[in-house]
């Protein structure tokens, strides 16, 4: 049994010694606790801090004080944050907020659980941030900070364009050569060359535009959003509308909860016109060098028809998806097989293969879709499960995302949903994920049981976000497929491993043998080091430590943050489902 990296526990009210404070004024609780807190910060009183947290709490920063995104476990440790950084980052002006959603609640998490939340604004030498308290009740009527995140919204010398900042310039007939020597880049040279005209490669653009930063994003596809035209016909997102809102631009409110690819794909072209982001599709980064002496990258361009352009920026970012190459194992015979294998990556549609059989290999979320869709098409399908999979209902994903998302501003939601550290959102995802699984998608799962396909509860039974932070896949959000399934119209194999090859299929370990016509590999994507391998020299390439995956302080290992290399960089949506 793999040992949880993550053994912290819970501070219920038993382990602490208290009965259920419901009867407490919030306001009053965390005004008390906030002079307190901004007393000691103001005397740059370290130890005064610290006593203010439980002995095993937390302090979790995003940018504010250490330019990073950092966990510190324990009043030891915090205390080490705050005597390196407090007075070099001058921490001050802090506030209560009580506007409507931000305002001081006393939340009661489990009936054994209960913690009190509010958030307070600060400012830094640098710029404006939120932080996001969680007391719990002690003995004493106190009441101490079991965790504390600290966000930077803002920079001072940096401030976004909006409102009162946004261009107030009018224009008659000017605009449109001005936006074609901006994207062509005619005078200058960009600061930022982004790698993926996807929604986090446009996001990160966005948000550099509208700071002043000239940002050019590169695309292969010769449309913006292509990423997701070309992935399979029937590919819809798993995860709620409000869970992929992009910055300065929200989605209608007519929009459907659950986005098909090819609709995102619009979306996304029509965000990059409309915020008037620097693009060029159908392009290619053919070389690049590093100057150490000028800490800039040499980026040589493929623009297909137009020819090949060399730029000096400073900062290059690789926003190429959580995975890297297609993964296809390799099993002997291929070449005899008469039928046709692709991995889910060249798969498009069952349209053609009515009639016929076919067998997905795979059991997360592009298998379960494309085992439909074979489904529905009228096609003897069977999925070959190689491993147990983390499977919950979109209805459980809805209802979890939507205690934050749903009612919330999506950058006040963002910052709840990043405000608690990995080890706590454990401790509460492992009691989350059974409840589930015992009530919500019990009937799912007993049917899945009954028909052979084996489930399990995610990483230390925590759901889909370990497995997706720490693996990248391993879940299927069930949009329907589990019902075939359970009703036999998706037939399961699995127990015995892939033997080979055959003329007409698959042969297993067990003796048996599968027919198909078509095959198709759902079995994810390699390292996402692999596209920066191929446009980066090896000197520079084998300097990158690992990008996907969590450090010891529960962090992305390299996403967002220095990965091994100065100006390189991963961006990637890393809280796409956090369940």
């Given at each position: 049994?793999v040992t949880d990296?993550?053994?912290q526990?819970l501070p219920?009210?038993?382990r602490?010694?208290v009965?259920d404070p419901s009867?407490?004024?919030?306001s009053?609780?965390a005004?008390?606790?906030?002079n307190?807190?901004?007393?000691?910060?103001?005397q740059?009183?370290?130890?005064?801090?610290v006593?203010?947290?439980?002995e095993?709490?937390?302090?979790?920063?995003?940018?504010a004080?250490?330019?990073d995104?950092r966990?510190?476990?324990?009043?030891k440790?915090?205390?080490?944050?705050?005597?390196?950084?407090?007075?070099a980052?001058g921490?001050?002006?802090?506030r209560?907020?009580?506007?409507?959603?931000n305002?001081?609640v006393?939340?009661?998490?489990?009936?054994d659980?209960?913690?009190?939340?509010?958030c307070?604004?600060?400012?830094?030498?640098?710029g404006?941030?939120t932080a996001v308290?969680?007391?719990v009740?002690?003995p004493?009527?106190?009441?101490k900070a079991y965790?504390?995140l600290?966000?930077l919204n803002?920079?001072?010398n940096?401030?976004q364009?909006l409102g009162p900042?946004r261009?107030?310039e009018?224009?008659?007939?000017?605009?449109?050569?001005?936006?074609?020597q901006?994207?062509?880049?005619?005078?200058?040279?960009?600061?930022?060359?982004?790698?993926?005209?996807?929604?986090?490669?446009?996001?990160t653009?966005a948000?550099?535009?509208?700071?002043?930063?000239p940002t050019?994003?590169?695309?292969?596809?010769?449309?913006v959003?292509?990423?997701?035209?070309d992935?399979?016909?029937a590919?819809?997102?798993?995860?709620t509308?409000?869970y992929?809102?992009?910055?300065?631009?929200n989605?209608?409110?007519?929009?459907p909860?659950y986005?098909?690819a090819?609709?995102?794909?619009d979306?996304?072209?029509?965000?990059a016109s409309?915020?008037e982001?620097d693009?060029?599709?159908?392009?290619t980064i053919t070389?690049t060098?590093?100057?150490?002496?000028?800490k800039?990258?040499?980026i040589e361009?493929?623009?297909g028809g137009k020819?090949t352009?060399?730029l000096?920026?400073?900062?290059?970012?690789?926003?190429?998806g959580?995975g890297?190459?297609p993964?296809?194992?390799?099993i002997?015979g291929?070449?005899?097989?008469?039928g046709?294998?692709v991995h889910?990556?060249?798969f498009?549609?069952?349209?053609?293969?009515?009639?016929?059989k076919?067998i997905?290999?795979?059991?997360?979320n592009s298998?379960?879709?494309i085992?439909q869709?074979?489904?529905?098409h009228?096609v003897d399908i069977t999925m070959y499960?190689r491993?147990?999979?983390?499977?919950?209902?979109?209805?459980?994903?809805a209802?979890m995302?939507?205690?934050?998302y749903?009612d919330?501003p999506?950058e006040?939601?963002?910052?709840y949903?990043t405000?608690?550290?990995r080890?706590?959102?454990?401790r509460?995802h492992?009691r989350m994920?059974?409840?589930?699984?015992?009530?919500?998608d019990?009937?799912?799962?007993?049917?899945l049981?009954?028909?052979g396909?084996k489930?399990?509860?995610?990483i230390?039974?925590a759901g889909s976000?370990?497995?997706?932070?720490?693996?990248?896949g391993?879940?299927y959000?069930?949009?329907g497929a589990s019902?075939?399934?359970?009703d036999g119209?998706?037939?399961i194999?699995n127990?015995?491993?892939i033997?080979?090859?055959?003329?007409?299929g698959l042969?297993?370990?067990?003796?048996t043998e599968?027919q198909?016509?078509i095959i198709?590999f759902a079995?994810?994507?390699?390292?996402?080091?692999?596209?920066?391998?191929e446009?980066?020299e090896?000197?520079?390439?084998?300097?990158?430590t690992?990008?996907?995956?969590?450090d010891?302080?529960?962090?992305?290992?390299?996403v967002w943050?220095?990965?091994g290399?100065d100006?390189?960089?991963?961006?990637?949506h890393i809280g796409?489902i956090d369940?």
């Amino acid at each position: 049994m793999v040992t949880d990296s993550f053994p912290q526990r819970l501070p219920t009210l038993d382990r602490l010694g208290v009965t259920d404070p419901s009867d407490v004024s919030s306001s009053e609780v965390a005004t008390e606790w906030l002079n307190t807190f901004s007393a000691a910060i103001t005397q740059s009183d370290t130890a005064a801090v610290v006593n203010l947290f439980l002995e095993d709490g937390f302090w979790k920063d995003v940018i504010a004080l250490t330019w990073d995104f950092r966990t510190f476990e324990g009043r030891k440790n915090i205390k080490k944050l705050l005597d390196a950084r407090l007075v070099a980052m001058g921490l001050n002006e802090l506030r209560l907020l009580q506007e409507p959603l931000n305002e001081p609640v006393l939340q009661k998490v489990y009936h054994d659980f209960v913690w009190l939340r509010f958030c307070f604004g600060f400012t830094t030498k640098h710029g404006k941030g939120t932080a996001v308290v969680y007391l719990v009740p002690l003995p004493d009527s106190k009441w101490k900070a079991y965790t504390l995140l600290t966000c930077l919204n803002s920079l001072t010398n940096f401030p976004q364009k909006l409102g009162p900042f946004r261009n107030r310039e009018t224009d008659h007939g000017s605009w449109e050569e001005k936006r074609r020597q901006e994207t062509e880049f005619s005078n200058n040279d960009p600061t930022v060359i982004v790698i993926g005209a996807g929604h986090s490669g446009l996001e990160t653009a966005a948000r550099l535009k509208y700071i002043g930063v000239p940002t050019l994003v590169i695309d292969k596809k010769p449309r913006v959003g292509g990423s997701w035209k070309d992935r399979y016909k029937a590919l819809c997102l798993h995860d709620t509308i409000w869970y992929n809102q992009t910055p300065y631009l929200n989605f209608p409110p007519t929009w459907p909860v659950y986005t098909p690819a090819a609709k995102l794909a619009d979306w996304l072209e029509a965000y990059a016109s409309f915020l008037e982001l620097d693009v060029w599709t159908a392009s290619t980064i053919t070389k690049t060098s590093w100057n150490n002496s000028t800490k800039t990258w040499s980026i040589e361009v493929n623009r297909g028809g137009k020819g090949t352009r060399v730029l000096t920026v400073k900062h290059l970012v690789f926003a190429t998806g959580s995975g890297g190459r297609p993964k296809v194992p390799d099993i002997p015979g291929k070449a005899s097989f008469k039928g046709s294998a692709v991995h889910s990556s060249e798969f498009k549609s069952a349209a053609n293969h009515t009639g016929k059989k076919a067998i997905v290999v795979g059991c997360c979320n592009s298998a379960h879709d494309i085992a439909q869709d074979f489904c529905s098409h009228g096609v003897d399908i069977t999925m070959y499960q190689r491993s147990s999979t983390f499977v919950i209902s979109t209805e459980s994903v809805a209802a979890m995302l939507g205690a934050v998302y749903n009612d919330f501003p999506t950058e006040l939601a963002d910052t709840y949903n990043t405000s608690l550290p990995r080890a706590v959102v454990r401790r509460l995802h492992q009691r989350m994920v059974s409840m589930v699984a015992e009530t919500t998608d019990k009937a799912i799962l007993d049917g899945l049981a009954k028909v052979g396909f084996k489930t399990n509860l995610g990483i230390h039974g925590a759901g889909s976000m370990s497995l997706y932070l720490e693996r990248g896949g391993g879940y299927y959000i069930d949009t329907g497929a589990s019902k075939s399934i359970i009703d036999g119209d998706i037939k399961i194999k699995n127990g015995s491993a892939i033997e080979s090859f055959t003329e007409n299929g698959l042969r297993f370990a067990d003796g048996t043998e599968l027919q198909a016509d078509i095959i198709v590999f759902a079995t994810g994507y390699g390292d996402p080091r692999d596209f920066m391998r191929e446009v980066c020299e090896d000197e520079i390439a084998s300097k990158i430590t690992r990008v996907w995956g969590l450090d010891e302080e529960g962090q992305s290992a390299g996403v967002w943050r220095y990965c091994g290399h100065d100006g390189l960089w991963f961006a990637n949506h890393i809280g796409v489902i956090d369940i």
